[in-house]
């Protein structure tokens, strides 16, 4: 460990109060309007000081660290950091990047971070000299690192950009059957609507799952039901139950076309609609064709601004429907498709945690003396 010695942050830094900026005050410009969430706008002057900027979180994301090389203007939910002389902006920035101040946020409500608590927290102060080699060290570090985190996630979207083209010809492009409209091979259609309010929640095994747009997941998932209902308390006048073995597709909000396939009775909520096929139409291949078509459905859909895909919009829609065996060769096929995409999506975040780990070490090791960067130079992992 460095024999460095430790000092409060107030001793070599203040965080500074942003100013509150409402939309209507901004004047178009080419500085940076940046809260805790980062960069939303734009302005035409700064607020943070000369030369670049340390910005953290105040309400929202506290604790966040951002970089700018260029002066922003910092709205009222962050701080800017003014740096005194005995410290490097640059070494600052990733001795802040470290903090876990976001574990010691203090307003119950908006997580809110104190400036008190961040002005006495402690940390290590080498030379400037030895900072400005830190800082060199691990700008060329994490840059490295971050990007291998590119390259990762670039990957994640090209495999599922594949996957959705795979399956688009498998259940639409390559089956020789003519298109017609859904409504001719559903046996019915149904929307969700608002769970009774009385009573208990049941038991898993006992009740009935209610579904909201967000039990709908990825490639055809549907997760744990917001609530569990009494049996009793469903009927089809009031809440409707989604039958077994349906396609239920999000028919209105930000996720409007994301598809699920639903193997238990459930019911939902009234942004959901549920599909239970024909005798000529599997609802897993017609799950797989529908999830494919995810961007034409919205694309497409009523109401431009917030899409709206409804039952008859749904019914008019048009789908291909070749024999059940072929329906079932091909629905095998994506279905071992997708799980190989998911362990390779898997691996992937695996990855990119492993690195976000390594660089938060590299940095914690770089700050703390625990790493020589004058030895550690050109070393890679």
Same mark, same amino acid.
């Given at each position: 460990?460095?024999?460095?010695?430790?000092?409060?942050?107030?001793?070599?830094? +203040?965080?500074?109060?942003?100013?509150?900026?409402?939309?209507? %005050? $901004?004047?178009?410009?080419?500085?940076?309007?940046?809260?805790?969430?980062?960069?939303?706008?734009?302005?035409?002057?700064?607020?943070?000081?000369?030369?670049?900027?340390?910005?953290?979180?105040?309400?929202?994301?506290?604790?966040?660290? +951002?970089?700018?090389?260029? !002066?922003?203007?910092?709205?009222?939910?962050?701080?800017?950091?003014?740096?005194?002389? +005995?410290?490097?902006?640059?070494?600052?920035?990733?001795?802040?990047?470290?903090?876990?101040?976001?574990?010691?946020?203090?307003?119950?409500?908006?997580?809110?971070? #104190?400036?008190?608590?961040?002005?006495?927290?402690?940390?290590?102060?080498?030379?400037?000299?030895?900072?400005?080699?830190?800082?060199?060290?691990?700008? /060329?570090?994490? %840059? +490295?690192?971050? $990007?291998?985190?590119?390259?990762?996630? =670039?990957?994640?979207?090209?495999?599922?950009?594949?996957?959705?083209?795979?399956?688009?010809?498998? /259940?639409?492009?390559?089956?020789?059957?003519?298109?017609?409209?859904? $409504?001719?091979?559903?046996?019915?259609?149904?929307?969700?609507? @608002?769970?009774? @309010?009385?009573?208990?929640?049941? #038991?898993?095994?006992?009740?009935?799952?209610?579904?909201?747009?967000? #039990?709908?997941?990825?490639?055809?998932?549907?997760?744990?039901?917001?609530?569990?209902?009494?049996?009793?308390?469903?009927?089809?006048?009031?809440? !409707?139950?989604?039958?077994?073995? #349906?396609?239920?597709?999000?028919?209105?909000?930000?996720?409007?076309?994301?598809?699920?396939?639903? =193997? %238990?009775?459930?019911?939902?909520?009234?942004?959901?609609?549920?599909?239970? /096929?024909?005798? @000529?139409?599997?609802? =897993?291949?017609?799950?797989?064709?529908?999830?494919? *078509? &995810?961007?034409?459905?919205?694309?497409?859909?009523?109401?431009?601004?917030?899409?709206?895909?409804?039952?008859?919009?749904?019914?008019?829609?048009?789908?291909?429907?070749?024999?059940?065996? *072929?329906?079932?060769?091909?629905?095998?096929?994506?279905?071992? @498709?997708?799980?190989?995409?998911?362990?390779?999506?898997?691996?992937?975040?695996?990855?990119?945690?492993?690195?976000?780990?390594? $660089?938060?070490?590299?940095?914690?090791?770089?700050?703390?003396?625990?790493?020589?960067?004058? &030895?550690?130079?050109?070393?890679?992992?």
């Amino acid at each position: 460990m460095s024999e460095w010695p430790t000092v409060a942050l107030r001793h070599i830094a +203040r965080l500074e109060y942003g100013d509150a900026l409402p939309g209507d %005050a $901004r004047i178009d410009g080419d500085v940076p309007v940046v809260g805790s969430g980062g960069t939303d706008s734009t302005h035409n002057h700064a607020n943070s000081g000369p030369g670049p900027a340390i910005v953290v979180g105040r309400k929202g994301s506290a604790g966040s660290v +951002r970089w700018f090389d260029e !002066p922003v203007h910092v709205i009222d939910t962050a701080y800017w950091v003014r740096t005194g002389s +005995r410290i490097d902006s640059r070494f600052l920035y990733y001795v802040l990047s470290v903090q876990r101040w976001s574990e010691t946020t203090q307003d119950v409500g908006v997580p809110g971070l #104190s400036r008190d608590l961040a002005h006495a927290t402690k940390v290590l102060l080498p030379p400037l000299d030895e900072q400005r080699r830190i800082a060199d060290f691990l700008d /060329t570090e994490t %840059a +490295r690192l971050d $990007r291998l985190l590119v390259a990762v996630q =670039r990957q994640g979207h090209v495999a599922a950009e594949r996957l959705q083209a795979i399956v688009e010809r498998h /259940t639409w492009l390559d089956v020789d059957t003519p298109a017609t409209p859904l $409504r001719r091979s559903i046996a019915e259609i149904k929307t969700g609507s @608002t769970p009774p @309010t009385a009573g208990r929640d049941y #038991s898993r095994s006992q009740g009935i799952g209610w579904l909201s747009p967000g #039990s709908i997941g990825e490639r055809l998932t549907i997760g744990e039901p917001a609530r569990i209902l009494d049996p009793a308390a469903l009927s089809d006048g009031v809440v !409707p139950r989604f039958a077994a073995d #349906s396609v239920v597709i999000v028919g209105i909000g930000a996720t409007a076309g994301r598809v699920g396939h639903l =193997r %238990a009775i459930a019911t939902g909520n009234q942004q959901l609609t549920a599909i239970a /096929t024909g005798p @000529t139409l599997s609802a =897993r291949f017609l799950a797989w064709q529908m999830w494919s *078509r &995810t961007s034409e459905l919205r694309a497409l859909a009523p109401y431009t601004t917030l899409p709206i895909i409804g039952n008859d919009y749904l019914k008019s829609v048009l789908v291909r429907v070749p024999s059940l065996e *072929r329906q079932h060769e091909i629905v095998t096929d994506m279905d071992a @498709t997708a799980g190989r995409t998911e362990l390779l999506s898997y691996q992937r975040e695996r990855a990119v945690l492993l690195l976000n780990e390594r $660089r938060q070490a590299l940095i914690t090791a770089a700050v703390t003396g625990q790493l020589d960067v004058t &030895t550690a130079r050109g070393v890679r992992s």
